[in-house]
């Protein structure tokens, strides 16, 4: 009776252990209620554009200097889906975005973690060590969706090498049909099918058992996921996109997303930390597992380029972590039936909670956009009528283009704008030598830009220009009538 009563208490305790692990990520969301991220307006108005022409837009219609190339909205089910939640529930639904997708994204680590690591500790450690590592990333971002398919795609793939069960591979190519209409990163987990299906034929050659999935069926799936990814409102010529995005390099000294860690915070840190002991792990194994070693040969080359994809070296670590530290058979997983139901419902009441316990509401939303966004230079703007061209600051183009519904000179998509623009925006803003010649900057008739910034102090003395409106965060100014 005894023992009964001390197994059902294990097993509630556990149960609340991963109510509150799932928990926690998406509450320190709900704390961070990030709202200023300068490209989630772009993508509001891209799907407002969306919903209103009942079509994808194939050119830009949102800035002067692209106005007209081709664009591809590739993120464009994503930005349907934020825009309905902004329509709905306002600044709030942003953040619920987050916070919904943050939750998902733990769910589903911990479901890949504890098929491949029977000791319960262990499992949760692992599975909030790698939330800690993508913690910066947690932003409304079409990005969640690709850190959530990826999770899902690599734990039904280390499945399928293990147990030769086959059911989940089937439900891939619906998953890239999915991916590849919510963001461009779908070609990530092309790379680790190829990965998956590259070790299967070198594993019939080596006899090596540890990947039991005929290279067939890999690579009927790896077909079917290419032919799935095409339906989307762009076709084939989504690939071609990927492509161009990849091939862009001149942004990642431009752009704080695109650069390598700093190493200044414990995420860094801790992706460092869960890629030694990754390596650690592959090092001591009797035979090198092909599979594992290519997926963090894969990461490091990626995360360590870009802090935006230091999310593929946590996931793939914490699943080889899982896979070769050897757990407690005695600490294994017990919950009781319908637990991780009930843990999860539990979690999500408890988020819903956090929003009123930190007062998460559309009026503090409000009044923290308007610390960090011109959000009342813009009021400025519009009760006063000032039209363009304008020339506008890159963080800020996002968001004027929601906002002030008028063309840009420059915004977020740095694909469409292109390295020479980028590099010519960044010298006029820090006002180097040749400002004056800029073309977008010249034909302006409105300019909004950061107090600070040194154009602004340059235009001050320039007789062209009038300071009409300044506060502590921005400068609007128009050109003066001849």
């Not at 309905?84 to 680590?109: K, P």
């Not at 990965?195 to 050659?205: G, N």
């Not at 995005?245 to 650069?259: F, P």
């Not at 363009?388 to 977020?412: C, H, T």
Request: proline fraction near 5%; charge should be neutral; hydrophobic fraction near 55%.
């Amino acid at each position: 009776m005894i023992a009964a009563t001390r197994t059902r208490g294990e097993q509630v305790a556990q149960t609340v252990a991963i109510a509150l692990m799932y928990a926690v990520p998406a509450l320190f969301c709900v704390h961070l209620a990030c709202v200023n991220d300068p490209d989630v307006w772009w993508h509001l108005r891209t799907g407002e554009w969306i919903a209103q022409h009942r079509a994808v837009p194939h050119a830009d219609p949102f800035s002067s200097s692209a106005a007209g190339k081709p664009w591809d909205a590739y993120s464009w089910l994503f930005e349907v889906l934020i825009f309905r939640l902004f329509h709905s529930l306002g600044l709030t639904g942003i953040v619920a975005y987050s916070a919904a997708m943050v939750l998902a994204i733990t769910a589903a680590l911990h479901h890949l973690v504890r098929r491949l690591q029977q000791d319960f500790s262990i499992a949760v450690l692992l599975t909030l060590a790698a939330c800690v590592a993508m913690g910066h990333l947690f932003s409304p971002r079409p990005w969640l969706f690709t850190i959530l398919f990826f999770i899902v795609e690599i734990d039904v793939l280390m499945y399928a090498r293990r147990t030769n069960r086959l059911r989940e591979l089937a439900c891939l190519p619906l998953l890239f049909a999915l991916w590849a209409n919510l963001h461009i990163q779908f070609i990530d987990g092309f790379i680790l099918l190829g990965i998956a299906f590259a070790d299967s034929i070198v594993s019939r050659f080596t006899n090596d058992l540890r990947s039991r999935t005929h290279p067939v069926w890999l690579g009927l799936v790896l077909f079917a996921s290419v032919c799935a990814a095409s339906a989307n409102p762009y076709g084939w010529h989504i690939y071609r996109t990927a492509y161009q995005l990849a091939a862009q390099t001149g942004v990642l000294d431009k752009i704080n997303e695109l650069q390598a860690m700093p190493f200044r915070e414990l995420p860094d840190f801790c992706v460092l930390f869960l890629a030694f002991a990754a390596v650690a792990v592959l090092a001591r194994a009797p035979r090198l597992p092909l599979f594992e070693a290519a997926l963090l040969l894969f990461a490091a080359m990626v995360s360590f380029r870009s802090q935006r994809d230091v999310w593929v070296m946590a996931v793939v670590a914490t699943a080889i972590l899982a896979q070769g530290i050897a757990g407690s058979e005695k600490a294994r997983e017990d919950l009781p039936r319908f637990g991780y139901a009930f843990a999860s419902l539990s979690a999500c009441a408890a988020v819903a909670l956090g929003f009123a316990a930190m007062q998460v509401n559309n009026t503090s939303l409000a009044t923290k956009l308007a610390a960090d966004t011109p959000v009342k230079a813009l009021e400025f703007v519009q009760q006063k009528g000032h039209a363009g061209p304008l020339y506008n600051d890159f963080n800020w183009g996002g968001y004027l283009i929601w906002a002030l519904r008028q063309p840009v000179s420059i915004d977020g998509r740095a694909a469409l704008h292109g390295d020479d623009q980028l590099d010519r925006a960044v010298a006029t803003m820090n006002a180097q030598p040749g400002w004056e010649k800029d073309t977008e900057l010249s034909s302006a008739n409105l300019v909004i830009l950061p107090v600070k910034a040194p154009l602004v102090q340059v235009l001050r003395l320039d007789p062209k220009y009038q300071v009409v409106y300044e506060d502590s965060l921005a400068a609007v100014l128009i050109a003066r009538k001849n």
